[in-house]
């Protein structure tokens, strides 16, 4: 081989290398960024749901009929306020409120969702309540309980006296649901180290030294992540699988210790379609109709959103809602409409549409 010739193998090969150094140092940049939207959107689901869960609480430790309740050791009439409040909460929140009421001496005392549960000492699964006693100050974080759960506790106290503890109790479905719009799908796993104490989490698939926390978890990552491990994904916050990517984070609780962690799951087709608008992607992402949409729709068949909008919000929002939502509240309006008589018609036309000229006839 001639000189020119082994220079010219030389310089392509070293313009070779630098291609591939380059496409994965923008392979890797751009995987990052996709990282810090999902934290982002991870970290602004926690807060909401932590805001809703101590707001909640908060609201159910002020009632003085259930501090009464409490103090009179009154069972029945402590659920039953619980189930009242609750299913209040339930349509301003579109979600389940799972909420319990805790004694000075850590038995169970009342829930709003069964009853089978009420007289069973949680002491040994709950002692970040001990911590409640000495502070009585409230606590607001992920707890290894009975299964793995973001808890709000709030402790009751009446004339300097401790009755016990109001609790909101949050699981991952509302959250799983949240990032399932965006065909991204949640793992929530436990430090095996609480397997004890974790008692309802005991027949949950294991992955390595953690325990699968969340309901109908996706069975063929559960089965990936058992295949090749999880050091390289929690050491790294990353690991790029076959067909999807894995992002971590952890799961801290009220003393700041790693108790599990969080894994996001994007699929590599849907990578790709992120990359097609990479500097539009924390845009689309943070403000997606999708996104903006569901704080507004409850997904929950029980309770249905639009039943508790007045005539007048649900003629509003007719005009900027999207056409599958749109036909929802034209059945509400005409069901509303049809008790109204023609003056309040005219009065609710004029109020709705105050900046437009009407004539004509009421029909």
């Known amino acids: 081989m001639r000189l020119y010739q082994k220079y010219l193998t030389l310089l392509l090969l070293a313009l070779l290398t ?3 150094y380059f496409y994965v140092q923008k392979k890797d940049e ?23 869960s101590f707001a909640f609480s908060f609201a159910l430790a002020q009632n003085e009929t259930l501090q009464t309740a409490i103090e009179n050791n009154d069972t029945n009439k402590a659920t039953e306020i619980l189930k009242r409040y609750t299913s209040t909460l339930e349509v301003f929140s579109g979600s389940k409120v799972h909420a319990q009421i805790i004694s000075n001496d850590f038995i169970i005392f009342a829930r709003n969702w069964e009853s089978k549960s009420t007289g069973l000492s949680i002491k040994a699964y709950r002692p970040d309540l001990a911590d409640i006693v000495l502070t009585q100050k409230p606590h607001l974080s992920f707890e290894a309980a009975r299964r793995l759960v973001l808890i709000a506790s709030i402790p009751v106290v009446k004339k300097n006296k401790l009755l016990g503890f109001i609790e909101v109790i949050q699981k991952f ?23 004890n104490q974790a008692v309802l989490l005991k027949d949950n698939p294991r992955i390595g030294n953690t325990i699968v926390a969340n309901d109908d978890a996706n069975i063929h990552h559960i089965a990936y992540l058992m295949r090749v491990g999880l050091n390289g994904l929690l050491t790294n ?14 799961i801290l609780n009220s003393e700041g210790q790693n108790i599990g962690s969080f894994v996001l799951i994007l699929s590599k087709k849907k990578m790709k379609l992120f990359s097609a608008f990479e ?22 068949p029980s309770i249905n959103l639009w039943n508790n909008s007045t005539t007048k919000e649900l003629l509003s929002l007719k005009k900027c809602v999207h056409a599958e939502d749109k036909i929802a509240i ?14 309040e018609l005219i009065s ?16």
């Not at 995987?31 to 689901?45: C, G, S, T």
């Not at 509302?174 to 609480?194: C, E, Q, R, S, T």
């Open 30 to 52: 751009f995987v990052n960024r996709v990282d810090i939207v999902l934290m982002n959107l991870l970290d602004k689901q926690i807060e909401q749901q932590k805001a809703e």
């Open 173 to 195: 479905d509302a959250m799983k649901n949240y990032f399932a719009n965006y065909d991204i799908d949640l793992l929530v796993l436990l430090d095996d180290k609480y397997k």
């Open 279 to 300: 500097e539009e992607l924390d845009t689309f992402l943070t403000y997606s109709r999708k996104d903006l949409y569901y704080s507004f729709i409850n997904h929950n």
């Open 330 to 343: 034209e059945e509400k309006l005409r069901t509303s409409l049809d008790n109204y008589t023609k003056d």
């Open 348 to 363: 609710l036309l004029l109020d709705t549409n105050s900046n437009q000229k009407s004539r004509g006839h009421i029909k």
């Open 237 to 250: 916050g990353i690991l790029e699988g076959d067909d999807y990517v894995y992002f971590s984070r952890a």
């Open 18 to 20: 630098m291609i591939i």
